[in-house]
C-alpha cells in the first residue's frame, strides 16, 4: 500500500468535503460537459438546415403546426444547408458509431491503470472536436462533420466504463444510490444546459459560438479534474487519513498492475442477468437517444417553436428527470437501508417505473397534437419518470460486480449505445415529412422497445454480487501498520453491495 506523503495529509485539512464526495462532484460535471458536447449540434442543426414548410399532409389534414408566439426569438425558417432528414438522422447518429468502439477498451483501460487518466482523456479530447466541429462544417459539409461526431464519439465513450471503475474504488455501497445518482444525474443537467444555452446562444450569436463555448468547457473541466481527483483513495496524495482508512475498511483496495486475472468474459456473457441488464440498457436507450437526439427536431418541424422557445421548452423534461434521478437514488438507499426491498427488488420497481411510464406519456404526447402546453407536460413528465432508471438498472453493474464494474458498464453501455446509431437515423428514414402522423409511429415503436426490454429486466435481474466477482478474491479489511511491512497483492475484492 502506498505510504501517504506527509504535505499531503497538510494539505488534506484544506478540504471541508470528503474527497469521494470532490470525486463526484467532478463526476458530475464530467458527465455534464459530455451531454452538453454530445446534445448541442441536435439544436444548432435546426439553424442549419433548410426548413420544410409543409403544414398540410396528404390526406388534407393539418400535418405541421402553426409558428408560436411564445417569445420574439429568431425565426429557425433560415438555413444554409440542404439536408434531408435522412441525412440529419445520419449526421446525428454519427457520434454514436465512435461511442460504441471505445467502450470495452475503457473499461479495459480504467480497471488496469485506473480511471483518472480513461476518464480526463477521453472528455478532453471530445472538447477538441467539439471546438472543431464550426471549421469541419465550413469546409467540408456534412462529410466532415459526420467524420468530426465519430472522433468525438471515440472520445466520450470511455466516458461511463471509467466513471463505474472509479465509483467501485471510491463510494461504499451504503452511499452509491445517492453518490452514484449524483454523478449520473449529470447528464440530465447537462442536457437542459445543452439545449438551454444553446437556444440562448444560437439567438443571440453566431451558431459556431455554441460549439466553442461548451468545447472550452471540457477543457477546463479537464485541468481541474487532473489536480483534485485520483484513482483510488490508496494513491490519493491528501486524502485525510480518516477518509482513507474508512474507505478501506468499507470497500476494500484495488491494486492495478500486469498480473491481475484475466477478465472472465464466458461467465460474464453467459449470466442470465447480464442479459436483463443489457436488455434494458437497450429499451432505456432507445426511448433516451430518441429524445435527447430528436426532441429538438420535433418541437422546430412539427410545433414550430422559435429558436430561443424551442431551447427552453425542450430542456425542461431534463430538469425534471434530474429531480427524480436525484431524489430516486435517496429512496433506493433508504428503501435497502430500512430493509423494505432488497438491492434486486429495488433495482427491478425503479427501472419498472423508469420504463413503463415514459412509454406511455411518450405516446400520449403524440395524441396532443398542436397543444403545446399539453406536449411540453406530457413530454416533462415522460423524462421526469425516466430518471428513475439511475437508481434501478444504471447501478446494477455496481451490485453485481464491483471488481469489473467497468466491464460490465461498458459492455452494457456500449451495446445499449448501438441505439444511438439506429434511432436518429430511423427517425429521419420513418418521418422524411417531418409530420405529427410520422411521428407518432416513432412514438409506438419507442413504446414497444421500452415495454419488452423492462419487462425481461423485471423477471430476470439481480442486484447481488455474481459468481464471476467471487470467485476471484475475497473482500478483507486493510490494517495499515501491517500492510505496510507486506507486499502489495494483486487485487483485494471490494464489499459486497447488500
Not at 102 to 131: N, Q
Not at 319 to 339: P, Y
Not at 458 to 468: M, R
Not at 478 to 496: I, S
Request: glycine share 10%; charged share 15%; hydrophobic share 50%.
Amino acid at each position: 500500500m502506498t505510504q501517504q506523503p506527509q504535505w499531503g495529509i497538510s494539505l488534506s485539512k484544506y478540504f471541508v468535503l470528503p474527497q469521494r464526495v470532490i470525486l463526484a462532484i467532478m463526476g458530475f460535471l464530467a458527465i455534464l460537459n459530455a451531454y452538453t458536447m454530445r446534445v448541442c449540434l441536435s439544436q444548432a442543426i435546426t439553424v442549419l438546415v433548410i426548413k420544410k414548410n409543409s403544414s398540410e399532409s396528404e390526406d388534407g389534414g393539418s400535418a405541421i403546426c402553426e409558428a408560436d408566439d411564445l417569445d420574439n426569438g429568431a425565426s429557425s425558417d433560415s438555413g444554409i444547408y440542404d439536408w434531408s432528414e435522412e441525412l440529419q438522422g445520419l449526421i446525428l447518429s454519427s457520434f454514436y458509431i465512435g461511442y460504441i468502439v471505445t467502450h470495452v477498451p475503457g473499461g479495459l483501460l480504467a480497471e488496469k491503470f485506473g480511471g483518472k487518466w480513461t476518464l480526463g482523456l477521453g472528455i478532453l479530447s471530445t472538447a477538441v472536436f467539439t471546438m472543431l466541429t464550426p471549421l469541419a462544417i465550413e469546409q467540408g459539409g456534412s462529410d466532415w462533420l459526420i467524420v468530426t461526431r465519430v472522433l468525438m464519439g471515440l472520445g466520450e465513450g470511455t466516458t461511463f466504463p471509467a466513471l463505474s471503475v472509479l465509483l467501485a474504488a471510491w463510494v461504499p455501497a451504503n452511499e452509491r444510490g445517492k453518490l452514484g445518482a449524483l454523478v449520473l444525474g449529470g447528464g440530465q443537467v447537462g442536457t437542459i444546459m445543452g439545449n438551454l444555452l444553446s437556444g440562448v446562444f444560437l439567438d443571440e450569436f453566431e451558431w459556431p459560438f455554441v460549439f466553442y463555448f461548451f468545447g472550452g468547457l471540457g477543457v477546463i473541466w479537464f485541468v481541474i479534474f487532473i489536480f483534485l481527483c485520483f484513482s483510488d483513495p490508496m494513491s490519493h496524495p491528501f486524502i485525510k487519513p480518516s477518509e482513507r482508512e474508512y474507505l478501506s475498511k468499507e470497500i476494500g483496495t484495488i491494486g492495478r498492475n500486469d498480473n491481475l486475472p484475466p477478465t472472465p468474459w464466458k461467465a460474464i456473457l453467459t449470466n442470465l442477468p447480464m442479459f436483463a441488464l443489457v436488455c434494458a440498457q437497450i429499451g432505456h436507450d432507445w426511448g433516451f437517444y430518441i429524445m435527447v437526439t430528436d426532441l429538438p427536431k420535433y418541437m422546430a418541424d412539427v410545433l414550430q417553436f422559435s429558436i430561443k422557445a424551442n431551447g427552453l421548452y425542450s430542456s425542461l423534461p431534463y430538469v425534471m428527470m434530474w429531480i427524480v434521478s436525484v431524489g430516486s437514488g435517496f429512496v433506493a438507499d433508504w428503501m435497502i437501508r430500512r430493509g423494505i426491498m432488497n438491492t434486486t427488488n429495488t433495482r427491478k420497481v425503479m427501472t419498472g417505473l423508469a420504463a413503463f411510464g415514459p412509454a406511455i406519456f411518450m405516446v400520449g404526447a403524440s395524441y396532443a397534437d398542436c397543444d403545446r402546453v399539453l406536449v411540453v407536460v406530457l413530454f416533462t413528465i415522460c423524462m421526469g419518470l425516466m430518471g428513475a432508471y439511475y437508481a434501478g438498472m444504471k447501478l446494477s453493474p455496481l451490485d453485481m460486480s464491483p471488481n469489473y464494474a467497468g466491464t460490465l458498464m461498458a459492455i452494457t453501455n456500449g451495446i445499449g449505445a448501438i441505439t444511438g446509431v439506429v434511432t436518429p437515423y430511423l427517425v429521419g428514414v420513418m418521418t422524411p415529412n417531418a409530420t405529427l402522423l410520422e411521428w407518432r409511429t416513432v412514438f409506438w415503436v419507442a413504446f414497444a422497445v421500452l415495454f419488452i426490454t423492462a419487462i425481461i429486466y423485471c423477471i430476470w435481474a439481480s442486484g447481488e454480487v455474481q459468481p464471476f466477482n467471487d470467485a476471484i478474491i475475497e473482500p478483507r479489511n486493510v490494517d495499515f501498520e501491517a500492510e505496510e511491512r507486506k507486499p502489495q497483492p494483486k487485487l483485494k475484492a471490494l464489499e459486497q453491495s447488500s
